[in-house]
């Protein structure tokens, strides 16, 4: 039903989004580009010029770079996998006939709706504090010494807050695609004698294949860009403990005030971004609905 | 897959099922129970909660605070202005995407999603610098903005899914029923999309009240909302501990209950349709 005018019609109506995004991410993208090979220091503003490599040099040649990229795969990596294990355990859960279900999923997709500063807070000041926090309270119940949560397990406490976060989106998802799986195939291979076990295995593993590989999708790009609960609990500490590469690049440019070396990181991150969105696109594209 | 099970069975798994449910609120409920004691109720060691001296003070003493209604009113304007605007922007596009696609629409799609996989810290400083030539610093036109832009993307996808879903047929048959363009739109199109309108804006709108990146990047005081000013509120040795949790209280409660009734919805929304 597309005729030359319709098709005239429909490019002017996708045009504004299009083009604004294409500005909002392409202006910005070209001016980190520019400014990652000059000297811009906002400390010394009379200095300015061409360093060619100076600040990939510097960022690469850091120690702090490597502990960052470690630091964000571990994030988004135990993310993920405590998100996608606990979701599909809880999901199977869930799904069961349960009294009052419908409470229970209310309570279950709670965390999710905290926006992240205050589901850092919460967990930062009311659970590991370690005067006032409620598990400094049953460790000293337990007659136990205080784990010092934010101060020694700085990036695991970091990854149980953000998991925390997540794994309502998770549960979610995969309880809302176990619910679409027929229960005729279920009982019928329970019948034939097939185990708990291998009915999951080869039944409801199988058919929630989309659903997993869309979670990871989702989470990785919102994983990848965590930056409210560390600026709450850490900020990205001690040292640079649970500094992760945005928050090294947000760092360099805001505390140490150098634009050059943080558009320099700012380009690492975006190369490093598109590497794992060339894999997961390829890998994981093909399940969204187009 | 409600299956027949013996009621003991039946009755563990309830048991288990609300247990892990709990546990997973429970930071929630601690928060509000807090909100409600006094301060020094509020870290008593150990922890006291029917012994707790019960007060709606710290909510009075929160709100009272010139500062506080101002950062929630920051919040209603920026979640609600940028997307409503992006709503205006993105509902032609998809639109367009869902009834005339072409060759690129699929290449074009695709290409919006991997703008969100650009990390927001790359852009963070040429952004700045423009906004601040633009004196868009700590408004919250600046913020409407950035927060439309951000989630245009979603917004195109979201509604693309909802949209794709309208037979076409049916623009077909209101034609050769002599129906104008304007009598399409209004008594045909309209009511068959509102509600996929009514849930991407819902999840908009929660998706921009729960940001916190660009809104602490961006603002300074004037124009912050609740999510930059909770993220800047530091509890020195626990001092403020149930008024932090009343202000956390009122900062999630708006969402909270938006999101509990678009639960449904927003699996579809978040999955960009692929699962429902």
């Known amino acids: ?97 349960v009294r009052g279900q419908g409470v229970l999923r209310i309570l279950v997709i709670a965390p999710f709706f905290v926006m992240p500063p205050v589901a850092a807070s919460i967990w930062e000041n009311l659970f590991m504090h370690p005067q006032n926090g409620l598990f400094a309270a049953i460790a000293r119940g337990f007659g136990a010494q205080p784990i010092l949560f934010l101060e020694q397990y700085p990036l695991a406490s970091i990854i149980g807050i953000v998991s925390w976060q997540w794994l309502p989106f998770a549960t979610l998802i995969l309880l809302t695609a176990m619910q679409s799986l027929s229960s005729e195939q279920l009982e019928a291979a329970e019948m034939d004698g097939a185990s708990a076990l291998n009915r999951f295995r080869y039944i ?18 919102f994983l990848l860009g965590i930056f409210g609960e560390i600026y709450t609990t850490t900020q990205g500490g001690p040292g640079s403990a649970s500094t992760t590469l945005p928050y090294m690049i947000f760092k360099q440019a805001i505390a140490a005030k150098d634009i050059g070396r943080a558009a320099a990181g700012g380009i690492i991150a975006v190369i490093l971004a598109n590497i794992v969105a060339y894999f997961l696109m390829r890998g994981i594209g093909r399940h969204l609905d187009t | 897959m409600a299956r027949a099970q013996s009621p003991r069975r039946r009755m563990l798994t309830t048991i288990a099922a609300w247990s892990v449910a709990l546990i997973i609120f429970f930071p929630v409920l601690w928060m509000i129970l807090t909100s409600f004691k006094t ?12 012994a707790a001296d019960w007060t709606l003070q710290n909510y009075v003493d929160v709100w009272a605070r010139s500062d506080y209604p101002r950062f929630f009113w920051n919040s209603v304007v920026i979640a609600v202005g940028s997307t409503l605007v992006g709503l ?43 906004f601040q030539q633009m004196g868009l610093i700590d408004t919250k036109t ?54 996929g309108i009514a849930s991407t804006m819902l999840l908009n709108i929660i998706l921009a009240w729960n940001e916190a990146f660009w809104t602490i990047v961006l603002t300074t005081t004037k124009a912050a909302p609740l999510s930059a000013f909770i993220a800047s509120f530091s509890a020195p040795q626990g001092l403020f501990y149930a008024k932090l949790s009343a202000a956390s209280a009122m900062a999630i409660l708006p969402i909270l209950i938006l999101g509990w009734f678009s639960q449904k919805q927003l699996v579809r929304g978040l999955t960009f349709g692929a699962v429902k």
């Open chain 2, 142 to 195: 600046g913020l409407v903005v950035a927060l439309m832009l951000m989630n245009l993307p979603i917004i195109v996808w979201m509604l693309y899914t909802y949209f794709k879903e309208i037979p076409g047929e049916i623009l077909e048959a209101a034609r050769m029923d002599g129906a104008g363009l304007w009598n399409e739109i209004v008594h045909v199109l309209t009511p068959m999309a509102l509600p």
């Open chain 2, 88 to 130: 205006a922007i993105a509902i032609p596009a998809a639109w367009a995407m869902a009834f005339v696609p072409g060759k690129r629409t699929k290449d074009l799609l695709m290409w919006m999603l991997s703008t969100k996989m650009m990390p927001a810290v790359a852009v963070m400083i040429p952004l700045y610098l423009l």
């Open chain 1, 204 to 221: 409801i593993m199988p058919h929630l294949t989309r659903a997993i590989t869309v979670v990871i999708l989702i989470q990785t790009i």
């Open chain 2, 39 to 50: 301060e020094s109720s509020a870290v008593a060691s150990p922890p006291v909660l029917l």
């Open chain 1, 1 to 97: 039903m597309a005729t030359q005018s319709s098709r005239v019609a429909s490019r002017l109506m996708v045009a504004p989004s299009v083009i604004l995004l294409f500005i909002w991410m392409a202006v910005p993208l070209a001016l980190t580009l520019y400014y990652s090979f000059r000297f811009y220091r906002l400390l010394s503003p009379e200095r300015s010029g061409w360093v060619g490599l100076t600040n990939y040099r510097w960022f690469l040649n850091s120690p702090d770079f490597w502990l960052a990229l470690f630091n964000t795969l571990a994030l988004v990596l135990g993310v993920l996998i405590i998100t996608v294990v606990l979701g599909i355990l809880i999901a199977l859960l869930i799904d069961q006939p």
